[in-house]
Structures are given as C-alpha cells and as structure tokens.
C-alpha cells in the first residue's frame, strides 16, 4: 500500500526568507501524481502545485516550486519570499493513475512566518 | 458557480444520534469524495463515489453510510454517532481521470461535528 510521510510536524520562517518543507512516499508505481495543498486556518484546502510523476521538469507556481525525486521517492515544496499570508498547514498527498482518483495525504507540515 | 459546498458548517450531537452531512459540487464532477481529518493524522478517506448511484469504501468507513442519488450531491450519514466520530468533514470532488490537471480533487469548506 502506498503511504506518505511527512516528518517535519512543524516548520518556522522568517518573512521574506525561504523554506522547504519535505515529504517522501512509498509506491510500487512507476505512474502516479503528487500535490501540495495549503490549509489556512479558515480551514480551507486550496491547491498550491500538482506534480505528475512521469513529467521529469519540476513543477513551479509562482513562489512555490518542488524538488521532485523520483528514484528518492521524494517530492519537496519550496517556498520563496515567504509572506505572512504562507503560514498554514501544509499537505503532501499522492495519487495513483486509477478509475478513482483517490488520494492519500501526508500528516501535515504547520509552517508559522514570523515577521 | 459555487464549487463545492457542504452543509452544515458546525454540529453538536449526542451520543447515539443520528445526521446527515450534504456535499454539493456545481462543476459537473464525476467523482466524489468524504475525508475525515483529525489532529496528526491528516485526511483519511471514508468513502467515495465514481459515479451517480455508485459508492465504495475508502480507509475508514466503519460507522458511516453515504449515497449518490444525483451526480451533483453526495451524502455521509451516521446512523449512530459516537464521541470517536468528532472530527472535521471535508468533502471533495473531481473530473474523470485524465492525464491533464483535470483529475485534481477540488474540497469543500469542511464541516466540524462534535459528538458527546
């Protein structure tokens, strides 16, 4: 079974600063899609940036970038410039080419911007 | 063009009652999703739905009933709600899979259910 991990419970970043928050996932796949979603504390999951697994050029969406692994099974976000408005819960999540487009999600990463 | 809606935004029941959550999507989505997410441990899938009039379940189903009379709704029932079933409900939806990014799974606002 596919799983996600993401082992930094908690990041903190200084406004304008850069951070990277990690996640890694076991698949026997070699076809799959990884996404970042952002959860602000208005609780709402907004997509930041989908990476699909056979495309080799990371996926970029304005400040927010991956480093995508695919030997490593690892799949990084980048944030650049971080703004105040970045601070949330940040989730991993991957997905198999399937007739169900399920998705299983990473435990969150709570990334904090100080001023 | 709403996207997608749940109803109720908050609930409080007692042990042993019953509710229904409705989950709406106005973007003609064929696929139809109920997470649950608790402190630590992400969103677990409780069921999840391909089609109208079909439903299968996902990682955590137990104590949970859904239907999917319409294409457009999607329901999660507990039929007898216990203290273990406080969380946050989150429903999703997305297009028919594809190799393009219309196989993004697009969430709702989330519905926080306590149970006493």
């Known amino acids: 079974a596919q799983t996600v991990t993401q082992s930094q419970p908690e990041m903190s970043v200084q406004e304008a600063e850069t951070v990277t928050l990690s996640c890694t996932y076991d698949t026997s796949e070699s076809d799959y899609y990884l996404f970042w979603y952002k959860q602000p504390p208005s609780r709402q999951m907004i997509l930041v940036i989908r990476q699909e697994a056979y495309k080799q050029q990371n996926a970029t969406e304005n400040r927010f970038s991956v480093n995508f692994q695919k030997a490593a099974k690892s799949f990084s976000l980048k944030i650049s410039d971080s703004q105040l408005g970045d601070a949330a819960m940040y989730f991993c999540a991957y997905g198999r080419y399937d007739a169900t487009n399920k998705l299983i999600f990473g435990t969150g990463t709570l990334l904090a911007v100080q001023p | 063009n709403a996207g997608v809606t749940q109803t109720p935004k908050f609930r409080v029941l007692k042990t042993g009652q019953s509710m229904t959550l409705l989950c709406a999507q106005d973007m003609n989505h064929e696929y139809m999703y109920w997470y649950r997410q608790d402190p630590g441990m992400g969103l677990r899938l409780i069921h999840y739905?391909?089609?109208?009039?079909?439903?299968a379940k996902g990682e955590v189903p137990d104590g949970y009933n859904v239907s999917r009379l319409k294409k457009q709704n999607f329901l999660l029932g507990l039929e007898s709600a216990a203290p273990s079933q406080t969380s946050v409900y989150f429903c999703?939806?997305?297009?028919?899979?594809?190799?393009?990014?219309?196989?993004?799974?697009?969430f709702g606002p989330g519905t926080r259910l306590t149970v006493l």
């Open positions: 999703a939806s997305s297009p028919q899979r594809g190799r393009t990014d219309t196989d993004t799974q697009y």
């Open positions: 739905s391909v089609g109208e009039g079909t439903t």
